[in-house]
């Protein structure tokens, strides 16, 4: 990307010139691939160098080991993340995800520091009754679309304050949220290989201190993927669980060889449990003639009075799930009020398959075309502890050796930024539902 010739480079500036006069958004440029792997190359966003303040800031890496629960590293051995825990600090009994624990949802909660009702982003895939429209992660065009995503992501805080970011994916990384996307980003490519991702990363860590980003994320999906196709008890976990973890060491070796002050905290969204059963259908207990939409357990009423039809059809059905009104929810769900959320709201009581109906023909999920998942996520975290997820982190500004009980992942944010000395108490998306005291204690004695 950097080395492009001088034409190119003039090209750049021109472009960028007549983006910017025409009042548009900032000017983007591709990797120099054949258009034809594209896809997989960074894309690059002209925000201007790093100003001098931030550039005597410290590296913060926040890596994504999808699915990787809690007690894996007991269960399967992952020697590089257990040195990282030893030289920093972990959560042995896991980082608590925010209900629904699924990906998106925590991904971007994990970033923003606010529950998904607060930012809006409360399942991989869901209907905004205001907008009439559906947001899909399936879906590059909503899922590109700043508009669906509340709350100032890390990377957008940093971008904001003049402080370089990068997104090796993640949820939300490719949208223009409040008009502002990373520096450098990558289209989310499934099968992009894992070295490569490490690999970049660690180029990006060796640009000039103008252009380099303090804040990156990292990405990797194997220990999900193993788990819903084999669940968590499988020898495909245990051999998805060596490769991230070897991704990790991978990693850490390069980044020993850069003297940079990298911090490098290593999270999952969720964790993983068996299945109990087949699919139920909430649809045998009602006419979904009622609803205006449903996508998988998420019901939109066509009225109030067909909200309270469901919920009186469904209400005592099934020791499988429970049944709340929209703005009824328990609040320790902390899944209340936002209309994204459906209603009525159906909540599972156990490692259960719950659906509204039977998915139209060629619709069902293509990770899994063969009968249920032997594996599955989204559960309420404070009656299923097999929700939780991993936390590892370690670098200069991480005391070393801590142990931490269990703690809610909004709470990351604030020490991320903290960190990264990014200012949020002036944030024009309001309060952050995390607290800087929660993980407090695991920053050195400088802080
Ligand atoms: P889940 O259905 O909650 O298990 O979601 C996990 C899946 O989300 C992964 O297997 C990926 O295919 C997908 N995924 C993760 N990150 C992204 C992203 N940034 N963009 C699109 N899809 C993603
Ligand atoms: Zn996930
Ligand atoms: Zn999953």
């Known amino acids: 990307m950097r080395k492009r010739n001088w034409l190119s480079a003039l090209r750049f500036v021109f472009l960028a010139w007549v983006f910017s006069a025409a009042g548009l958004a900032p000017a983007i440029t591709q990797g120099q691939l054949p258009a034809s792997q594209h896809t997989s190359a960074p894309i690059t966003v002209e925000h201007g160098p790093n100003t001098a303040a931030q550039q005597a800031k410290p590296y913060v890496i926040l890596v994504s080991l999808d699915g990787f629960r809690y007690d894996y ?186 003297n940079l002050p990298v911090d490098l905290i290593v999270v999952a969204d969720h964790g993983m449990v068996k299945v109990d059963g ?14 205006e939409k449903s996508l998988e357990g998420f019901m939109y009423p066509r009225s109030e009075a067909a909200a309270e039809q469901v919920f009186a059809a469904l209400d005592g059905k099934s020791d499988k799930f429970k049944v709340y009104r929209n703005g009824s929810v328990p609040a320790g769900l902390r899944f209340d009020g936002n209309l994204r959320e459906g209603d009525p709201v159906v909540v599972p009581t156990g490692p259960y398959l719950i659906r509204v109906n039977v998915p139209p023909a060629g619709a069902g999920d293509a990770m899994h075309p063969s009968g249920p998942p032997v594996g599955m996520h989204g559960y309420d975290p404070a009656h299923m502890p097999e929700m939780k997820a991993i936390f590892f982190a370690a670098g200069p500004d991480i005391r070393a050796g801590e142990k931490l009980a269990p703690f809610e992942n909004v709470n990351l944010y604030p020490l991320i930024a903290h960190i990264l000395g990014l200012d949020i108490s002036h944030l024009t998306t309001g309060h952050v539902d995390g607290d800087l005291k929660v993980l407090r204690g695991i920053l050195d004695k400088a802080h």
Not at 130 to 144: G, L, M
Not at 278 to 291: A, E, H, I, P, R
């Open 73 to 258: 590293p007991r269960i399967y051995r992952s020697p590089n993340l257990d040195a990282l825990g030893a030289r920093g600090a972990s959560a042995p009994e896991g980082m608590i995800p925010a209900y629904p624990s699924i990906t998106f949802p925590n991904h971007y909660t994990i970033v923003t520091g606010l529950y998904p009702e607060h930012h809006g982003i409360v399942a991989n895939a869901f209907y905004d009754p205001v907008r009439k429209q559906v947001y899909s992660y399936k879906d590059p065009q909503t899922e590109a679309d700043g508009t669906w995503y509340g709350g100032t992501p890390l990377w957008v805080l940093a971008e904001q304050q003049g402080m370089r970011a990068a997104c090796f994916f993640w949820p939300g990384s490719e949208a223009d949220i409040q008009g502002v996307r990373p520096t450098y980003y990558m289209k989310y490519d499934n099968k992009f290989p894992n070295a490569q991702r490490v690999a970049q990363v660690l180029t990006w860590l060796q640009l000039p201190p103008a252009e380099r980003p303090h804040f990156i994320t990292l990405y990797f999906s194997d220990v999900d993927s193993a788990g819903h196709a084999h669940g968590p008890d499988s020898p495909e976990v245990g051999v998805a669980v060596h490769e991230v973890d070897d991704e990790i060491g991978r990693l850490v070796a390069g980044l020993g060889k850069l």
């Open 278 to 291: 087949d699919w139920m259908n909430l649809g045998q207990y009602f006419d979904t003639g009622l609803l």
